[in-house]
T-cell receptor, first 110, second 110 residues
Framework: NAGVTQTPKFQVLKTGQSMTLQCAQD?????MSWYRQDPGMGLRLIHY???????DQGEVPNGYNVSRSTTEDFPLRLLSAAPSQTSVYFC?????????FGSGTRLTVV | GENVEQHPSTLSVQEGDSAVIKCTYS??????FPWYKQELGKGPQLIID?????GEKKDQRIAVTLNKTAKHFSLHITETQPEDSAVYFC?????????FGPGTRLSVLP
């Protein structure tokens, strides 16, 4: 049982480039979410989804897009990367036992 | 709005001593309070949780207490060991999403 799988683990982007962070879960959880983690600020919610075809904004959605075409996958898109988006990104799914987090993607925007 | 405060931000204890981390939340509608442990380079992992219908829950060396009237909950680790060194996050469940505290970096000194 893999849980929540995130790729890539590390990424360096130039300002203005676009990319997609991948997230997949194999627990058949309806709820999935993306967080960013910055020093001293804990985990801040970017976007979340309560099921396939349904997404909503969290606390810090600007600069990010999401879609949910299947229960398993919840990719996060950066359309035009900015240095302020340098962070560690975590995908999580929620089931009866609470949140299960992926191992994170460390993104640096130069 | 929804907010979770967490103190202290850093905590150093001698091996074998106890550690206590405290959180407060703002919305009395929350009924579920999990604690997560994040080791270096990994995603947060659930270590214990408590629901609003109980005041205390224990799991070996870890315990969580909840005071719903005061909107406080705390994590207690007894007989600390070097492997307890990590960042700990508290959270409150506000329906669809969790709101996380900013984290506590615990260092257990040998």
């Amino acid at each position: 049982n893999a849980g929540v799988t995130q790729t890539p683990k590390f990424q360096v982007l130039k300002t203005g480039q676009s990319m997609t962070l991948q997230c997949a879960q194999d627990m058949n959880h309806e709820y999935m979410s993306w967080y960013r983690q910055d020093p001293g600020m804990g985990l801040r919610l970017i976007h979340y989804s309560v099921g396939a075809g349904i997404t909503d904004q969290g606390e810090v959605p600007n600069g990010y897009n999401v879609s949910r075409s299947t229960t398993e996958d919840f990719p996060l898109r950066l359309l035009s990367a900015a240095p302020s988006q340098t962070s560690v990104y975590f995908c999580a799914s929620k089931g009866i036992g609470g949140y299960t987090f992926g191992s994170g993607t460390r993104l640096t925007v130069v | 709005g929804e907010n979770v405060e967490q103190h202290p931000s850093t905590l150093s204890v001698q091996e074998g001593d106890s550690a206590v981390i405290k959180c407060t939340y703002s919305d009395s509608a929350s009924n579920y309070f999990p604690w997560y442990k994040q080791e270096l380079g990994k995603g947060p992992q659930l270590i214990i949780d408590i629901r609003s219908n109980v005041g205390e829950k224990k799991d070996q060396r870890i315990a969580v207490t909840l005071n719903k009237t005061a909107k406080h909950f705390s994590l207690h680790i007894t007989e600390t060991q070097p492997e307890d060194s990590a960042v700990y996050f508290c959270a409150a469940d506000y329906g669809q999403n969790f709101v996380f505290g900013p984290g506590t970096r615990l260092s257990v000194l040998p």
